[in-house]
């Protein structure tokens, strides 16, 4: 089954320091949230059709690390790395968030998910330590790909539905 009401993530900046991600899915949270959490399911959404994903290892606990790699379709090779800080199965998970192109901007991610009537609603606070790392990252092009990312995500917890 594929998802044809493709809804957008909404991003707004609470403070200097944050970036909020909120979305909507027609999806029950376990779903989205194993799509988080696994990294079989999370490698067939990540890549936002920019990338291959070339390396994913996750250890999902309380002080568990994890990585993702990825090569852009234009060669860039970079990955993304952290720490789970606290992990509720099915409701939040809390992140340190380091992009290997700027080891120096360790930001942290809160995500939850919420679920109303067979709807899961995402949200991803994510929270850096100086306004220029915000400014950096929502300059980045990051929201289109993230975008892209959050689509494939709903289509694949249609496919599980």
Do not use: C
Request: no cysteine; glycine share 6%.
């Amino acid at each position: 089954m594929t998802a044809t009401n493709h809804r957008r993530a909404t991003v707004t900046t609470p403070t200097d320091t944050q970036i909020l991600i909120t979305r909507e899915f027609d999806a029950p949270r376990e779903l989205v949230y194993r799509a988080f959490t696994t990294p079989a399911l999370l490698r067939r959404w990540w890549h936002a059709n920019r990338a291959e994903v070339t390396g994913i290892e996750m250890d999902v606990r309380v002080g568990g690390s994890w990585r993702w790699e990825a090569k852009a379709f234009n060669g860039y090779e970079f990955a993304f790395y952290g720490e789970y800080r606290e992990v509720v199965p099915d409701e939040r998970l809390v992140t340190t968030e380091t992009f290997s192109g700027v080891p120096d901007a360790q930001a942290l991610n809160t995500t939850t998910f919420t679920e109303k009537d067979g709807r899961t609603y995402l949200e991803i606070l994510v929270e850096h330590q100086t306004q220029a790392n915000r400014d950096g990252h929502l300059q980045s092009g990051m929201e289109d790909g993230m975008q892209d990312a959050l689509t494939l995500l709903e289509e694949l917890v249609h496919e599980q539905i």
